[in-house]
Nanobody, 120 residues
Framework: QVQLVESGGGLVQPGGSLRLSCAAS????????MGWYRQAPGKQRELVAR???????NYADSVKGRFTISRDNAKNTVYLQMNSLKPEDTAVYYC??????????????WGQGTQVTVSS
């Protein structure tokens, strides 16, 4: 089994910054990609940022230039640095990992979610 544990959410004022972390553990042979998604009340879950093993990244247009995704392959950990936060960034942020397990199964795993609230 694979577990994803997120941390770093919270309440921040507009214009502020937060850093989210997500550590993957368990029966992992390799991690093909890791990413962050978010879901605001009444809205569908959407991709925020994603990074593959080679380091190639992609971002939602709404966060380009403000958010940076990075990854520590040795620690199976992904980070999301969020700067210049706006009220519309308020959502539950979920970590996602595309994992090949020790048994050769490839599957997507999700973290439990961490709340980010941007408000004055």
């Amino acid at each position: 089994q694979v577990q994803l544990v997120e941390s770093g959410g919270g309440l921040v004022q507009p214009g502020g910054s937060l850093r989210l972390s997500c550590a993957a553990s368990g029966s992992i042979a390799s991690i093909n990609a890791m990413g962050w998604y978010r879901q605001a009340p009444g809205k569908q879950r959407e991709l925020v940022a994603r990074i593959i093993t080679s380091g190639v990244t992609n971002y939602a247009d709404s966060v380009k230039g403000r958010f940076t995704i990075s990854r520590d392959n040795a620690k199976n950990t992904v980070y999301l640095q969020m700067n210049s936060l706006k009220p519309e960034d308020t959502a539950v942020y979920y970590c996602n990992a595309d994992v090949t397990t020790a048994w050769g199964k490839r599957a997507n795993y999700w973290g439990q979610g961490t709340q980010v609230t941007v408000s004055s």
